[in-house]
Each structure stands twice: as structure tokens, then as C-alpha cells.
């Protein structure tokens, strides 16, 4: 993804898996993770309020993926990554890292420096949490963004 004036994009940082409520509940803490629905129209509201063409989603979660590519259909821009899923009700809690069962360290790594890069191109940045992506694609961005929120639960 680089910088263009014509191409209007809204970077979407969606953590989930083991911060999921699920995952909250099976290890007995409170983080505070704004609800999917919410994300989706705060993006929905952003998009028409600065004119922005496509959202670029980074997110480990296949559940939220989905859904992003259901609501925003061609306008979903992303990089191709290993996605997952758990059900923290039926199977306890499990670390993301564990999740992602990493076979390939400098490919797993490429691939998530090229998502930090493109969030920084972004003109505006939304995320579900606070969490390091954001304070790093903030930092490669110069605080650059025409906006920028972490939507709050």
C-alpha cells in the first residue's frame, strides 16, 4: 500500500482471539476490547465523514476478517496472513502465539512488518484496542493521520 492522494484508506487494527471476551472470561481479567459492532460503524461513519475509498485490515482473527470482508466487500484491503479461531468457552484459554503456531519466523515476520508499513500509510487509523500496532504504525506515520481513535468499549 503507498501513499497517494487518490487512494483514501482507513487502516483497521482488530484484535482478537485472546482478547475476546471468551478469552477475558476463561482467565479471570478485564481488557478493555471495544465490540465488533461497534468498530464497524465507527469505520462506516469515518469512511463517509473523510471520503475514504478502502479500509486496510490487519487482524489475527478469521471471525473478524470475515465479518470486515461481509460489510465492506471490495473496498477491504489487506495483506494475505495466517487467520484463527478458538472457542474460549469450550476450550479454555490459549495464547494467540500458540494459535498461530509459527512455522516460518522470518516469513510470520515479513508479513507483519508489511501490515505495520501499510497501516502507517493509511491516512487515518481506527483500532479495537489499545495495543503496540497502533503505537507503532503511529510512530512510522510521523502522527500524520487525519484521524485517529482507539474506539472505546
Not at 479461531?85 to 498461530?100: F, I, P, T
Not at 501490515?115 to 503505537?135: K, Y
Request: some cysteine.
Amino acid at each position: 500500500l503507498t501513499r497517494k492522494e487518490d487512494n483514501r484508506v482507513l487502516g483497521v487494527i482488530l484484535r482478537g482471539t485472546d482478547y475476546r471476551e471468551e478469552a477475558n472470561k476463561s482467565r479471570g481479567r478485564v481488557i478493555a476490547v471495544a465490540k465488533l459492532e461497534k468498530v464497524v460503524a465507527k469505520c462506516k461513519f469515518i469512511m463517509k465523514l473523510y471520503g475514504y475509498e478502502y479500509l486496510f485490515i490487519a487482524t489475527e482473527d478469521s471471525e473478524y476478517f470475515e465479518k470486515m470482508k461481509e460489510e465492506f466487500g471490495d473496498k477491504c484491503l489487506y495483506v494475505d496472513q495466517k487467520l484463527v479461531s478458538h472457542d474460549y468457552e469450550a476450550g479454555g484459554y490459549v495464547a494467540c502465539s500458540k494459535l498461530l503456531d509459527i512455522d516460518d519466523g522470518k516469513a510470520f515476520g515479513r508479513r507483519y512488518l508489511t501490515v505495520i508499513q501499510s497501516l502507517a500509510n493509511c491516512q487515518a487509523l481506527i483500532s479495537n484496542m489499545q495495543n503496540g500496532t497502533v503505537w507503532i504504525a503511529s510512530r512510522l506515520n510521523g502522527s500524520k493521520y487525519e484521524y485517529i481513535e482507539v474506539v472505546q468499549p
